[in-house]
């Protein structure tokens, strides 16, 4: 298969965008290559070394097109086992084929196969962990009305966490980002991507606020419990207004509109 990589060779200020001195470059690939392979095999095409210069990847919503607008990146990949690889740490591990099924499955909505490498400056801050997400609950869950969702939020996360790590997640803000993204889900869906249990799985939606529709899935109600704990999370550790559904990730299918040109792209 083709995989195309813009690539601007120089370091240029932020936004990333199609500025003059992009590269395009077609790649033969093939689906179990690994993106980080096909990245450094684009760095030495332009006559970089790879391991002395980081390009960033950003992802297009159409890789074949000169000037196509940018996506937010995938908070996970689904992997050949069926779980999530999540990309903030496990990104060399990612292969198109594991691209190409999160689209598929509504964890991304842009195009596998390509990338846009554009050399930044950045710092080097170190995100917040898991310990630090533990500690807030744990600060938290004195409050009332939300100590018996973080009770069983926070069983769920000691429980399957470390797995995650060893799977990519450095930091807890993709699963958040992932798990508060929808306002409906299947149980099936998140059981297997994250491995939990049947139980695990039932566990997680209801302390969020998820209720069961007797039809197989679980939509976000509102409950004072859920709606609190779930609103909380949002804006204190995600950053974001509770109340503005539109800074919410959402995926195809939930009437979402597509990304328009020039909105600011997810970073890895």
């Known amino acids: 298969m083709e995989f195309v990589v813009h690539i601007n060779p120089e370091p240029t200020p932020y936004p990333p965008r199609f500025r003059a001195g992009v590269r395009r470059i077609s790649l033969d690939a093939k689906p179990a290559d690994t993106l980080r392979s096909l990245i450094n095999?684009?760095?030495?095409?332009?006559?970089r070394d790879p391991s002395q210069s980081y390009f960033?990847?950003?992802f297009l919503l159409d890789a074949r097109e000169s000037g196509s607008s940018f996506v937010p990146g995938p908070?996970?990949?689904?992997?050949?086992d069926?779980?999530?690889?999540w990309s903030e740490g496990a990104f060399d591990r990612i292969t198109v084929a594991d691209l190409e099924r999160a689209q598929q499955r509504g964890f991304f909505g842009g195009d596998p196969h390509g990338l846009f490498l554009e050399l930044p400056a950045y710092g080097d801050g170190i995100p917040s962990g898991w310990e630090e997400l533990f500690a807030w609950l744990n600060a938290i869950g004195g409050v009332?009305?939300?100590?018996?969702?973080?009770?069983?939020?926070?069983s769920v996360l000691r429980a399957r966490y470390r797995q995650w790590q060893k799977r990519g997640a450095r930091t807890p803000y993709a699963f958040l980002d992932?798990?508060?993204?929808?306002r409906e889900w299947r149980p099936d869906e998140l059981r297997q991507p994250l491995g939990l249990s049947e139980a695990e799985a039932t566990d997680l939606l209801e302390s969020l606020g998820y209720t069961d529709q007797k039809d197989g899935?679980?939509?976000?109600?509102?409950?004072?419990?859920?709606?609190?704990?779930?609103?909380?999370?949002?804006?204190q550790q995600l950053g974001r207004d509770p109340a503005d559904q539109s800074t919410i990730l959402?995926?195809?299918?939930?009437?979402?509109?597509?990304?328009?040109?020039?909105?600011s792209p997810g970073y890895l």
């Open 41 to 47: 095999r684009a760095v030495e095409e332009v006559g």
């Open 56 to 58: 960033f990847p950003l």
């Open 75 to 80: 908070r996970a990949v689904i992997a050949e």
């Open 82 to 85: 069926g779980e999530f690889l």
């Open 144 to 154: 009332a009305s939300i100590a018996t969702a973080v009770v069983m939020f926070t």
């Open 178 to 182: 992932i798990v508060l993204a929808r």
């Open 217 to 235: 899935t679980y939509r976000y109600a509102g409950t004072r419990e859920g709606r609190t704990l779930r609103g909380l999370i949002i804006e």
């Open 250 to 263: 959402e995926f195809p299918g939930e009437d979402d509109e597509e990304p328009s040109p020039g909105e």
